[in-house]
């Protein structure tokens, strides 16, 4: 407690100000008659005030200072970036750790007959693991005499696969962002899916990662530049993206010859763009069926379409099932 006399209220709240810097209560006030004593004829004010603890004292900041923030912050971001950097790669590798993991744990040596394990190991043959080609094999024995007609073929392919079937849905204000490596066919992919959607709204095909250009009308299909799997910025720039439009479809572009290992990597680098479907280009490339099964099987992904090529050009189809029945069945000679 405190306190300051001037010949005026206001003065003597400066002197209270010039020392308490930080805040201050006045507790009482009082005037001063100065002519009883034949000094003056002047009244004087007092004030008495309380300090006010724990309010951080103000400081001019000069103009220099903000300058050098200015030039820390750049510093600081710069220095934080390895880490960003480090915290996105522990996070893929948990991604692949969960993948192969899961691998791991389901590798089984099953029990057979003399006619279930030759077909058995047909199937492993073209890329089945095992808990995939038991079941397969499973389905296939049951059926009566042996009729392993595509009608069959077919019903057994749908009890099991069926679940990692889903044809895209589109509509007019949607959007479409398809991803992956250079010469995925991801390009080509996405020109033939525009023919697909031209008999239901316009359709845009952009081909640059930019938040602020959408198009109001039609459907946007968003041709993702290529991307390194260790470019982290243009990966978060191209989920952003994604993550801007109210509806968008997330497609993963990988082709069907790509070596399995390859693929469930390509699936846990791809990870930060939260992908929704897959589409298997060059389908036709391939006689490791099985294969495709087993990454959509454990990456819990759903195929929307795959490219082939046929007659002498390549074609967009979303008929996946008759192509993986067609393809599973010349392979194993059963047709």
């Known amino acids: 407690m405190e306190r300051f006399t001037s010949t005026s209220y206001e003065t003597a709240m400066k002197l209270a100000k010039a020392k308490f810097k930080s805040g201050f209560e006045?507790?009482?006030?009082?005037?001063?008659?100065?002519?009883?004593?034949?000094?003056?004829?002047?009244?004087?004010?007092?004030?008495?005030?309380?300090?006010?603890?724990?309010?951080?004292?103000?400081?001019?900041?000069?103009?220099?200072?903000?300058?050098?923030?200015?030039?820390?912050?750049?510093?600081?971001?710069?220095?934080?970036?390895?880490?960003?950097?480090?915290?996105?790669?522990?996070?893929?590798?948990?991604?692949?750790?969960?993948?192969?993991?899961?691998?791991?744990?389901?590798?089984?040596?099953?029990?057979?007959?003399?006619?279930?394990?030759?077909?058995?190991?047909?199937?492993?043959?073209?890329?089945?693991?095992?808990?995939?080609?038991?079941?397969?094999?499973?389905?296939?024995?049951?059926?009566?005499?042996?009729?392993?007609?595509?009608?069959?073929?077919?019903?057994?392919?749908?009890?099991?696969?069926?679940?990692?079937?889903?044809?895209?849905?589109?509509?007019?204000?949607?959007?479409?962002?398809?991803?992956?490596?250079?010469?995925?066919?991801?390009?080509?992919?996405?020109?033939?899916?525009?023919?697909?959607?031209?008999?239901?709204?316009?359709?845009?095909?952009?081909?640059?990662?930019?938040?602020?250009?959408?198009v109001k009308n039609g459907i946007t299909i968003i041709d993702s530049p290529p991307i390194k799997l260790n470019e982290m910025g243009a990966m978060q720039n191209l989920s952003n993206l994604a993550n801007s439009f109210i509806q968008i479809h997330r497609v993963l572009v990988l082709s069907a010859s790509t070596g399995f290992e390859e693929m469930l990597h390509l699936i846990a680098s791809f990870a930060p763009i939260k992908p929704d479907y897959i589409i298997f280009t060059k389908f036709d490339e391939t006689v490791m069926l099985g294969k495709l099964l087993t990454v959509l099987n454990e990456s819990k992904l759903k195929i929307c379409g795959i490219t082939s090529y046929t007659d002498g050009e390549i074609e967009f189809s979303t008929q996946i099932q008759n192509h993986f029945v067609n393809a599973i069945s010349k392979q194993l000679g059963l047709n």
């Open 26 to 214: 006045v507790t009482n006030t009082r005037e001063i008659d100065l002519s009883n004593s034949g000094l003056s004829n002047d009244r004087l004010v007092e004030i008495t005030v309380t300090p006010i603890k724990n309010i951080p004292e103000i400081i001019e900041v000069k103009e220099n200072t903000l300058s050098l923030n200015n030039e820390l912050i750049p510093l600081i971001k710069n220095e934080l970036t390895p880490v960003k950097d480090l915290y996105m790669e522990i996070s893929l590798l948990r991604q692949e750790i969960d993948l192969l993991s899961r691998r791991v744990n389901k590798l089984i040596q099953p029990e057979l007959n003399e006619n279930e394990q030759e077909l058995f190991d047909s199937l492993s043959e073209i890329g089945f693991e095992n808990p995939m080609a038991l079941k397969f094999t499973r389905e296939l024995s049951a059926l009566k005499g042996n009729n392993f007609n595509l009608k069959n073929i077919s019903n057994s392919f749908n009890k099991i696969f069926s679940k990692h079937i889903s044809p895209l849905s589109i509509k007019n204000g949607d959007a479409i962002v398809l991803f992956g490596q250079t010469k995925s066919g991801k390009s080509k992919t996405s020109e033939l899916i525009a023919d697909e959607l031209l008999n239901i709204a316009s359709v845009h095909i952009r081909k640059e990662i930019k938040l602020n250009e959408k």
